[in-house]
């Protein structure tokens, strides 16, 4: 289930920018397969590591499943 999404945190030919764009819409995928909010937490964590100015930590729905480490190097 999660493999798509770390085959793409992997890759190197693809901006990290974009990696994380496509690991975000692979989350919402899983989530709408399994009608339940299962990939936030790996999402949010790959994505931080990808582009940790990514639009997603602005939202309350992500901001939940922030690590302590993630709140305070955005703060």
Known sequence: MFKDIFDV????????KTRAR?????????NYEYASNIS???????VFL???SN???????YQKHM?????????
């Open 9 to 16: 945190y992997k890759m190197e030919d693809i901006s990290p």
């Open 22 to 30: 496509i690991i975000i819409k692979l989350g919402e995928a899983i």
């Open 40 to 46: 936030e937490p790996i999402v949010c964590e790959l």
């Open 50 to 52: 990808l582009d940790n």
């Open 55 to 61: 639009e997603i930590f602005e939202k309350e729905h």
């Open 67 to 75: 690590t302590q480490e993630m709140v305070d190097y955005l703060s």
